[in-house]
């Protein structure tokens, strides 16, 4: 955190209580545990090897009174993921795994990161990434491959914009999210298509929405493979152009640190897996 204050709002207790635990812990220890500068803190090289000799026992200790404070559902797999994954790739694809598996229960979180969520909060976690994470067990689900799409009105009232499967982008729709996915300037740039300088642009900060929006018409949107392949095959989207990037980013499937695999966790992590082989 670099910051006793934001330690304090995490805890919920004063930037005070938490300096004064610290000063006893460094006088028990007889060592400095961190160095304070220029307004922030550091942790010292003892600070530090303290730090990774003792984490796992902290997960251990925070997963186990988190147990005995959340009610067990033994049956029960508790996903978290962005909203926009949990809108257009899981929700879509529950009713099959239900049908299949009638005694597992699927309870989805919608939150934008991992911040904040202790290991006994969920059981199994849904993110994009452009490197691999290096907690949480990652596995990679499947890759990322962004193209165009539009509704078929749009496609085909703007037949100038892909003549000869090109693509002369107008009427953008962008994303605008704090995660670090693809966007219009980057993909345009990996095409060498030149940004257009018109403002006749759309911005929403929800991909469903961009989505919908595009299929309503209001212009072009990008899309991710898997995301949108429902749409595409039902015929509310159309990929005006075979232009698309592939990069080394990938979906990732993870689970908490230091808890151990239930079997209705393995089984759901599983299916999801053999869908995407």
């Known amino acids: 955190m670099r910051s006793f204050t934001r330690a304090s709002k995490e805890l ?21 545990l961190f160095s304070r500068e220029n307004r922030q803190v550091l942790l010292t090289d003892d600070g530090h090897n303290y730090y990774v000799s003792i984490a796992h026992l902290l997960a251990q200790l925070t997963a186990a009174t ?53 290991p006994s909060e969920y059981d199994l976690a849904l993110y994009y990434s452009r490197h691999q994470p290096e907690e949480n067990n990652p596995v990679a689900l499947f890759g990322e491959q962004v193209f165009a799409v539009c509704s078929p009105d749009y496609f085909k009232n703007h037949p100038s914009q892909f003549e000869n499967n090109s693509f002369l982008p107008d009427n953008l729709i962008w994303l605008e999210i704090a995660e670090d996915w693809v966007n219009w300037g980057e993909w345009l740039e990996a095409m060498e298509i030149e940004q257009p300088r018109s403002a006749n ?11 919908q929006a595009a299929m309503d018409g209001q212009g072009v949107a990008l899309a991710w493979s898997q995301l949108v392949d429902r749409e595409i095959e039902h015929g509310t989207l159309v990929r005006p152009s075979a232009l698309a990037l592939e990069t080394s980013a990938r979906f990732y499937l993870m689970l908490p640190q230091n808890r151990p695999l239930r079997r209705p966790t393995e089984v759901f ?9």
Do not use: C
Request: no cysteine.
């Open 12 to 32: 919920s207790v004063t930037q005070g209580a938490v300096s004064r635990q610290i000063r006893q812990l460094e006088d028990f220890l007889g060592r400095s």
């Open 66 to 118: 988190e147990s005995l404070l959340v009610p067990e559902m033994p049956n029960q797999v508790t996903v978290v993921t962005s909203s926009a994954l949990a809108s257009m790739y899981l929700l879509p694809r529950i009713p099959a795994f239900r049908k299949q598996f009638e005694d597992i229960q699927i309870r989805i979180i919608a939150r934008e990161n991992l911040t904040g969520l202790g």
């Open 201 to 211: 642009h759309l911005v929403v900060s929800n991909y469903s929405m961009v989505i």
């Open 269 to 277: 992590r599983n299916w999801l897996l053999g869908q995407n082989q």
